[in-house]
């Protein structure tokens, strides 16, 4: 399920969207880098390590290219 929001600083729509299951969320993730990626660069955040680590596994799964880079603490 997805709504659209306006951003405030843009002016465009922020879209906002509920899964049911892990699986759901990260097919739609893929199916939004694969389809909408402009000039080969997509992003996507994570809060925690074990999050990135089960999508990046998903990636591999369907083979979709990604690079890793990590915020280090200082």
């Known amino acids: ?3 659209g929001v306006p951003d405030s600083e843009q ?3 922020v879209k906002i969207s509920h899964f049911v299951t892990r699986e ?8 939004q880098i694969t389809d909408g ?4 660069i ?3 955040l994570f809060r925690t ?3 990135m ?9 369907h083979h979709v290219d ?7 603490r200082g």
């Open 37 to 40: 990626v402009q000039d080969g």
């Open 53 to 61: 680590q089960k999508f990046a596994a998903f990636l591999r799964m």
């Open 24 to 31: 759901e969320e990260y097919t739609y993730l893929v199916k």
């Open 66 to 72: 990604f690079q890793v880079k990590e915020k280090i």
């Open 1 to 3: 399920m997805s709504s």
């Open 42 to 44: 997509s992003a996507v």
């Open 11 to 13: 002016g465009s729509m």
């Open 49 to 51: 390590n074990s999050q």
